[in-house]
Nanobody
Framework: QVQLVESGGGLVQPGGSLRLSCAASGSIFSINAMNWYRQAPGKQRVLVAAITGGGNTNYANSVKGRFTISRDNAKKSVFLQMNSLKPEDTAVYYC???????????????WGQGTQVTVSS
C-alpha cells in the first residue's frame, strides 16, 4: 500500500518561511514526477510546483522566485521551501506523485492527506 505523508505546515506571519516535506512509503519501484498542489477555501486545487525524476522544475507564476521544490530520490521524498509568504498563499497543500509499485506495476497517481498553511499576522 503506497502512502504519501506530508508535514511542515502551520501558521506563519507574512514574509515568513515554511518548509513542507512529503515522504512516500510502500512497495515502490520507481517515482516519476512529484508535485505540490494547493487548495484555498472555495477554490479549485491548483498546481504550485513540479519536479521530474530528472530534477527539472516548474512553478506557478504566483510563486516563482519565492518557492523552491526539491526531491531526495533515495528517501522517496519531495520538499517545498516557501519564502516571502503572503496571505494569499494560505491553503491546504497536497503532495502528489506518479508511482510505479506492486502489485499493479503501472504508474499511478497518489495523493497525500494535505497540510494546512496559514499566512496571517
Amino acid at each position: 500500500q503506497v502512502q504519501l505523508v506530508e508535514s511542515g505546515g502551520g501558521l506563519v506571519q507574512p514574509g515568513g518561511s515554511l518548509r513542507l516535506s512529503c515522504a512516500a512509503s510502500g512497495s515502490i519501484f520507481s517515482i516519476n514526477a512529484m508535485n505540490w498542489y494547493r487548495q484555498a477555501p472555495g477554490k479549485q486545487r491548483v498546481l504550485v510546483a513540479a519536479i521530474t525524476g530528472g530534477g527539472n522544475t516548474n512553478y506557478a507564476n504566483s510563486v516563482k522566485g519565492r518557492f523552491t521544490i526539491s526531491r531526495d530520490n533515495a528517501k522517496k521524498s519531495v520538499f517545498l521551501q516557501m519564502n516571502s509568504l503572503k496571505p494569499e498563499d494560505t491553503a491546504v497543500y497536497y503532495c502528489n506523485a506518479q508511482i510505479l509499485s506492486s502489485p499493479s506495476w503501472t504508474f499511478r497517481d497518489y495523493w497525500g492527506q494535505g497540510t494546512q498553511v496559514t499566512v496571517s499576522s
